[in-house]
């Protein structure tokens, strides 16, 4: 048994059983400890809280490492709840044209926008598209994310989305972090259903999710619910289906036009629904009553110039909001979550600790791993991040560069074992 000692830390952390998510107002308090120490055994939190109170009892032979935090700042590793890290060539040229004035719907006519992702992805052999999912998810990590969800939809065709759900499980075995795979093959309609969208919608009913549920094992199902995309009935049956073969729903719900995907999130009782920008917040209350979280994605709004998501008000309504990167060669290419932290309390007027737990065990709750991670407590995971300042404000108080210190997963310093090589690349 490996036992390590964290000391002279300020501990910020929410704590699970005070913030309650279905029924009720959500909690988006934090617990500090201003002169904090974690006793970890075998990568699991084993005691926290005041030094004095972690120290009692313990002797020094009992420890096998005793790490200064010096006085930094200590916070739950980041979740990522919702990213597209899985692909293979980015689009930079596309976000030049973008800010150039083009319209989304020619660079997509030229050929560009998601339908050039489909297209690199299925070019990519394996090996390739591992490696380019490798380097976002490393640096994730470098920028304190220690557990992350990775959605497919880069495939469009059954053996693509199964080989990508396939690269993201080898990410799970040969990384460090703790990944949750999401198949979302109704991302886009690929160029061969164009213009035939229940067509295929039917090959994702009648041979893609029972092919994949077959081959892989992704915890979610997410549906780009939009107008010119997925409608509110096809998406439905895409996520009722889905449900049969055990992939929970998540939704990509009202974020250009209120077509109703925050309603049809409430009323299949789905685990989140993303972006709401423009939700109505009837719909927001009936998501809040039916427990389903609302994941925000300010990097997407910054990324296009576009107005930020009414964290306030859904606040108000009493949602459980959790934050997340949206990490993706179109219209969010970030994997920062201190960059989202920061968006959030600066563009949203959330507080730093509103933040700080949509970060954390809400951004957990909306891929259902918070019995292990997301807060800071007795039985976790020791996975947490220590910020070169006094509180986590310094997330949004510091620009343009990491306030990431050093990010320890299950107990080990990742900063260590993968800067070096992330640098020499
Ligand atoms: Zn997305």
Not at 76 to 105: I, K, N, Q, W
Not at 312 to 337: F, H, K, W
Request: proline residues 4%; charged residues 20%; negative net charge.
């Amino acid at each position: 048994m490996t036992i390590k000692l964290f000391r002279n830390a300020r501990i910020y952390t929410p704590i699970s059983s005070s913030s309650s998510c279905a029924g009720g107002k959500a909690d988006y308090s934090i617990s500090l400890w201003k002169s904090g120490a974690v006793l970890v055994k075998n990568g699991l939190i084993a005691r926290i809280g005041d030094e004095a109170n972690v120290l009692a009892g313990l002797s020094h032979k009992q420890v096998d490492q005793e790490i200064s935090c010096e006085d930094r700042c200590l916070v739950p590793g980041f979740v990522d709840p919702h990213t597209h890290m899985c692909f293979s060539a980015l689009r930079e040229a596309e976000f030049s044209e973008r800010l150039a004035g083009t319209p989304y719907l020619e660079i997509l006519k030229a050929g560009g926008g998601i339908l050039s992702s489909v297209r690199s992805v299925r070019g990519s052999t394996d090996d390739f598209l591992f490696q380019s999912t490798r380097k976002n998810v490393i640096t994730a990590l470098l920028n304190g994310t220690t557990t992350m969800e990775i959605k497919s939809g880069y495939g469009l065709d059954t053996k693509t989305e199964i080989r990508m759900l396939k690269v993201m499980e080898r990410i799970a075995r040969e990384t460090p972090l703790d990944i949750v795979t999401t198949f979302m093959g109704a991302h886009a309609v690929p160029s061969e259903y164009m213009g035939d969208t229940n067509g295929y919608v039917d090959l994702l009913v009648n041979e893609m999710i029972p092919a994949v549920s077959n081959d892989c094992s992704p915890s979610f199902c997410d549906v780009f619910c939009e107008e010119g995309v997925f409608s509110v009935p096809q998406s439905r049956r895409i996520l009722l289906t889905a449900k049969e073969y055990k992939m929970a729903p998540k939704i990509h719900a009202d974020e250009v036009n209120d077509v109703g995907g925050a309603a049809l999130a409430a009323q299949i009782g789905a685990v989140s629904a993303e972006h709401l920008l423009a939700a109505k917040d009837e719909n927001l209350v009936a998501m809040a009553k039916a427990g389903v979280l609302a994941v925000l994605l300010p990097a997407t709004a910054y990324s296009l110039r576009k107005p930020y998501a009414n964290a306030r008000r859904m606040i108000e309504l009493g949602l459980t909001v959790a934050l997340s990167t949206d990490c993706n060669p179109g219209s969010s290419y970030t994997q920062s979550m201190p960059f989202v932290f920061g968006l959030s309390v600066m563009n949203m007027m959330m507080t730093v600790e509103e933040a700080l737990v949509a970060c954390t065990l809400n951004a957990a709750r909306a891929i259902r791993m918070d019995s292990l991670v997301g807060s800071l407590e007795i039985g976790k995971y020791a996975d947490f991040v220590i910020l070169d300042g006094d509180s986590p404000a310094i997330m949004a108080y510091q620009n343009g560069v990491s306030p990431v210190d050093s990010v320890f997963k299950r107990g080990e310093c990742m900063t260590k074992v993968f800067q070096d090589r992330i640098c020499s690349r």
